[in-house]
């Protein structure tokens, strides 16, 4: 007789308290970190990554090792623990960017979105190709494949980064603006054809870099939009419409969580990036019913507050900036903040101008489009995850996502000095304001106009 299998002990109270305690802190450290940033007009997303570097290698690992190896202790599982939670967090990250997308913005802007994104993809991704050919040997993982690298490389420039430029231009007031919609529009397009491209490259990295490993991931990508739009979108459309008549908010968070998690689930099985599968389910929510997006306010809160300081603060354990005490390191990521900046500027310069944008719109589109963010350290992470990058080469390309955020807020206040309100402008801010008041009891004392919780910051 076939005896009953034991069950499966759980995690040990030592395991259990280390990775309570690493996580709480954590979360702690990026909150408070990502407050002083915001306060100092950076992202966010630069004081969640400095816990990392203080918590890390680069500062307690030097100052106090003893310390660092009892909070961090340098075991793959407990290490695992705070990466799965992580990962959920990103993949619900990358989810509610996709659940923020207008597509009906991409429409109305139509050829003028597609020009200034095409043109914001297309240079990047060439000079970015060309650098990774270029990179040093001790920017590649032992045994890589050179190809693969220089191609994620050239994925990791090509991206923006949506949830950063839309807070960025809601700080600055220009959302309002005829470059700020354009510029969100663009970035929908950028978005898109980023995490295809980056889906088909990482399917690459496992696979290999031959023809065969190469139409194979297409023909899934191709496979995955498919079943997406054809068979998903209206599935999605009926549940969520469903969910729309329910009181029950927890309901509708729950179903859009599962949404999410299992289309990336879904991706990944087929070799593709499970954050490709996020982005689409996303897409596909966003999709349903305008009126889900405030009941879904809860899942983001929860997202941007916990989840996603926590995989930053994790992202920053793994940066090496004692790697840029190699003058050939530090060399090498200057050169790639220069291709980075210049591919992105000039791209989307040229590519507005070919579609008629006047000159000082087409500089504040390529300031605000060269912010790569969040993004581009989902990217990173990706790339480390999947050995196409090692340490060195991963802060690099994480040094450049915080660089060049910094950088888009003065090339945009520089450049709309520049450009008038147009009447157009002036009507959208008038009908923003009426929507957006809240008296005195609501806001100040003397009231103010207050973004909505529910709008894309």
């Known amino acids: 007789m076939r005896l009953a299998a034991s069950p499966i002990p759980p995690l040990p109270s030592h395991q259990l308290f280390v990775f309570l305690l690493q996580a709480g802190l954590l979360v702690l450290l990026a909150v408070l970190c990502g407050r002083l940033a915001t306060r100092l007009g950076m992202p966010a997303v630069a004081g969640e990554l400095c816990v990392g570097i203080l918590l890390g290698p680069t500062i307690l690992g030097n100052v106090s090792p003893a310390a660092a190896n009892w909070l961090l202790p340098q075991d793959t599982g407990q290490f695992h623990l705070l990466d799965a939670v992580g990962q959920i967090g990103v993949l619900l990250l990358v989810g509610i960017t996709?659940?923020?997308?207008?597509?009906?913005?991409?429409?109305?802007?139509?050829?003028?979105?597609?020009?200034?994104?095409?043109?914001?993809?297309?240079?990047?991704?060439g000079l970015g190709y060309a650098a990774g050919w270029a990179?040093?040997?001790?920017?590649?993982?032992?045994?890589?494949d050179r190809p693969v690298f220089a191609l994620f490389i050239a994925v990791?420039?090509?991206?923006?980064?949506?949830?950063?430029?839309?807070?960025?231009?809601?700080?600055?007031?220009?959302?309002?603006?005829?470059?700020g919609q354009l510029t969100l529009a663009a970035g929908m397009v950028d978005d898109v054809v980023g995490w295809i491209l980056l889906s088909v490259v990482s399917a690459m990295a496992v696979g290999g870099a031959g023809g065969d490993h190469l139409v194979m991931p297409l023909l899934a990508t191709a496979l995955v939009l498919i079943v997406a739009f054809c068979i998903l979108r209206p599935l999605a459309n009926r549940v969520m419409k469903a969910a729309e008549h329910t009181s029950d908010t927890t309901f509708v968070v729950g179903t859009a969580t599962a949404f999410v998690v299992l289309c990336s689930a879904a991706t990944h099985a087929l070799g593709l990036e499970a954050m490709f599968g996020a982005f689409l389910a996303g897409m596909l929510i966003s999709s349903g019913p305008r009126s889900l997006r405030a009941r879904l306010a809860p899942l983001r809160t929860v997202v941007l507050a916990v989840f996603a300081p926590l995989f930053f603060a994790t992202a920053g354990l793994r940066l090496e900036l004692s790697a840029l005490t190699d003058p050939l390191t530090l060399a090498a990521g200057a050169a790639l903040l220069l291709v980075a900046v210049v591919g992105k500027v000039v791209g989307v310069f040229v590519g507005a101008k070919a579609v008629g944008v006047g000159t000082w719109e087409s500089v504040a589109l390529g300031g605000a489009l060269n912010a790569r963010g969040v993004i581009q350290l989902v990217v990173a992470a990706a790339g480390l995850r999947i050995g196409v990058l090692n340490a060195t080469s991963y802060t690099l390309i994480v040094l450049v996502a915080i660089i060049t955020s910094l950088m888009a807020p003065p090339i945009l206040r520089w450049s709309m000095r520049h450009i008038e309100h147009t009447t157009e402008e002036k009507l959208r801010l008038h009908d923003r304001s009426v929507l957006d008041w809240k008296p005195a009891d609501q806001a100040t004392e003397r009231g103010t106009w207050v973004a909505p919780a529910n709008r894309v910051t």
Do not use: C, N, Q
């Not at 990179?135 to 045994?143: I, N, R």
């Not at 807070?167 to 959302?175: G, P, Q, V, Y």
């Open 135 to 144: 990179a040093p040997a001790s920017l590649l993982p032992d045994g890589s």
């Open 98 to 125: 996709g659940i923020e997308m207008d597509a009906a913005l991409v429409r109305r802007r139509g050829v003028t979105a597609l020009g200034v994104g095409v043109g914001g993809l297309v240079l990047p991704f």
């Open 156 to 179: 990791a420039l090509s991206v923006s980064a949506l949830p950063v430029i839309a807070k960025i231009l809601t700080d600055m007031h220009l959302i309002h603006r005829d470059v």
